[in-house]
């Protein structure tokens, strides 16, 4: 599959998902019940948890029991294995659009989790959107629902969650420090609103090196969304790149490939072959025709990212660089003076409102994984994190991997797995596992970042081979 037709796949199946009204049809013995209106928040709709939005039904893996329901306008599952070691992992999923409609699914390590004697829990929150705060309530919730369903409390939780579902792991492990003992994000939002600074560099850099005025409406008219369309085709046919089609750059693209590389992790591996990746996917509808990053600029929505109570962007005082030299570039000069500023006028929010802030305050071992290709929820939410468990003291407590990929949650089972089994480790042990040196800049940049927990083939990625693996030799025999 071409990477165009891959990404292509992934975010219309996305897309479908989220705006399905229609009930699946159940595998079991009568149909899926119908979409039941939530008690809590008007005008969703809750799928039949005891069904995939595929059609199928949710069927117990071997030796496994299930339970399902519907909470507060939230649809939950549970599976405990037969053999069940007390334990609970809690899984929260990523963005779904902003539908009316809300499922639940399984995680991604379902099996591996009843292997080793798991227990798992899902919700599919009450609300779609970006609503960090209502997966936070939700899936802190489930432990609860766990003990009242199936009669058994959990000894142990682990907290896990992908994309937007990082952030809810992130925010919720400080909101309830007691409740849980692990977490493993991947993927993960883990710098709030830092994402949506990211989404602003991208776009006002783009601007300013094409030479294209625009503006950043705090309320958004009717018609801004056609304008910002025919600016931004003018600046991505400026740029060399279009939807659909690997880019050509220009002088200008280049330099904008430098400035979205230092703003999303920094000079590393691979970087090339990510930004072809994500300029040649469509941007989310309505704003498809666009080149992905352009149909995420934050002034679309007046920076609130449809949940927050104002702009949460800002880059007043970001110093943009398209080089690594010790002293700014002449272009560099000429992109800081005429780059639009924008200033905020909210920010991450203390509680569960809004945009929840993650602190970076863990008090329990956490491990996660960020694919070092990743554009849209880009590497550098992994070294954000990363520098405020470092300012507060709390450095020990995270482990981060790089994965070589270059797109969003694209890891294989091997990866998932090795990480997961070695954050329960971790927690049995108290032995810190190994991770990788995220935020030194010459270690990312080294052409072999990445290859230490990288297990299994990542279309799309295209760097240096990885030195191939070797294992000591052994040991001659005692004479």
């Given at each position: ?134 997966g936070v309530r939700d ?12 009669g058994r409390p959990a ?253 969003h949650c694209d890891f ?68």
């Open positions: 599959m071409t990477m165009r037709r891959k990404c292509l796949a992934v975010f219309a199946a996305a897309l479908a998902l989220v705006t399905m009204l229609s009930a699946p049809a159940s595998a079991a013995p009568v149909a899926c019940a119908a979409p039941a209106p939530s008690t809590t928040h008007p005008g969703y709709l809750v799928l039949d948890p005891a069904c995939d939005v595929s059609g199928a039904a949710f069927t117990p893996l071997t030796g496994a029991h299930i339970w399902t329901g519907i909470r507060d306008g939230a649809a939950f599952r549970f599976e405990v294995p037969q053999q069940w070691n007390g334990k609970l992992v809690v899984y929260a999923h990523g963005y779904r659009g902003t539908g009316n409609v809300v499922y639940v699914d399984n995680p991604a390590l379902r099996a591996h989790y009843l292997e080793t004697g798991y227990a798992w829990a899902a919700s599919s929150y009450a609300t779609n959107g970006y609503d960090v705060g209502q899936s802190h919730a489930l432990i609860d629902i766990f003990r009242q369903v199936t000894r142990s939780v682990i907290m896990t969650g992908a994309s937007m579902g990082g952030q809810v792991t992130a925010v919720a492990i400080e909101r309830f420090p007691r409740a849980f003992d692990a977490a493993m994000p991947y993927c993960g939002v883990l710098g709030d609103t830092e994402l949506y600074d990211y989404f602003l560099d991208a776009n006002v850099t783009a601007a300013a090196l094409t030479d294209e005025r625009i503006d950043f409406p705090l309320a958004p008219g009717a018609d801004y969304q056609a304008q910002w369309r025919e600016q931004a085709g003018r600046i991505t046919a400026a740029l060399g790149v279009k939807a659909g089609t690997l880019p050509v750059l220009t002088r200008a693209g280049k330099n904008w490939s430098n400035a979205v590389e230092r703003r999303s992790g920094g000079e590393r591996p691979g970087f090339d072959s990510a930004f072809a990746y994500w300029n040649a996917a469509p941007s989310l509808a309505p704003l498809n025709d666009l080149p992905f990053l352009f149909g995420l600029y934050p002034g679309l929505s007046g920076g609130t990212g449809g949940i927050a109570s104002g702009n949460v962007t800002d880059n007043q005082y970001t110093y943009y660089r398209l080089a690594d030299s010790p002293l700014p570039t002449f272009a560099e000069l000429k992109l800081n003076a005429e780059v639009l500023r924008v200033q905020h006028t909210a920010t991450a929010d203390p509680g569960l409102a809004g945009i929840p802030r993650v602190n970076g305050t863990p008090r329990i071992p956490v491990l996660s994984l960020h694919d070092v290709g990743d554009l849209f929820v880009p590497f550098s939410m992994e070294q954000e994190y990363a520098r405020r468990a470092l300012r507060n003291g709390r450095a020990n407590l995270f482990v981060s991997r790089a994965i070589r990929g270059v797109g294989t089972q091997s990866e998932l797995v090795t990480a997961f089994d070695d954050l329960t480790a971790w927690v049995r042990t108290g032995r810190r596992p190994a991770g990788d040196a995220i935020l030194n800049s010459r270690a990312v940049a080294d052409e072999s970042f990445g290859c230490r927990f990288t297990d299994g083939a990542h279309p799309g990625y295209v760097a240096s081979p990885c030195p191939a693996k070797t294992t000591a030799p052994p040991a001659p025999p005692r004479m």
